[in-house]
């Protein structure tokens, strides 16, 4: 039996408002599961990220997820046209056989998309 199903990643946020603004407006999650002012759950396509409010910046600034994508390519020009990715990680072709690039959140949190080559 497999018991392990989906991994969802926790982030740390600065301010939970603008962390769901930026993610509605940016990155185009289109659903808000919960809000207050310490919790946040929002979700596009298949994906779910969870953020929660700390006061410190070293925790965004030191954290990452990555997600595994289709059509890498088309999400990659939907970044850019929205200028958040990452100025060290534009799209391109990795050793390990995943087609990648990195964005950042206004809080430093940095999210790799990646497609299987």
């Not at 600065?14 to 509605?24: A, C, E, G, P, S």
């Not at 310490?38 to 700390?54: M, P, Q, S, T």
């Amino acid at each position: 039996m497999e018991h392990l199903q989906i991994a969802v990643p926790v982030l740390a946020s600065l301010n939970i408002d603008k962390t769901v603004h930026f993610y509605q407006e940016k990155l185009r999650f289109d659903r808000l599961g919960w809000k207050d002012e310490n919790y946040a759950v929002l979700g596009r396509d298949k994906i779910e990220i969870h953020f929660w409010k700390c006061t410190d910046k070293i925790h965004p600034e030191n954290t990452s997820c990555y997600i595994r994508v289709k059509n890498v390519d088309a999400l990659y020009e939907e970044m850019k046209q929205a200028g958040v990715v990452h100025p060290n990680g534009p799209l391109k072709n990795q050793p390990w056989n995943i087609r990648e690039f990195a964005i950042l959140d206004e809080d430093g949190n940095m999210i790799k998309f990646g497609e299987n080559l």
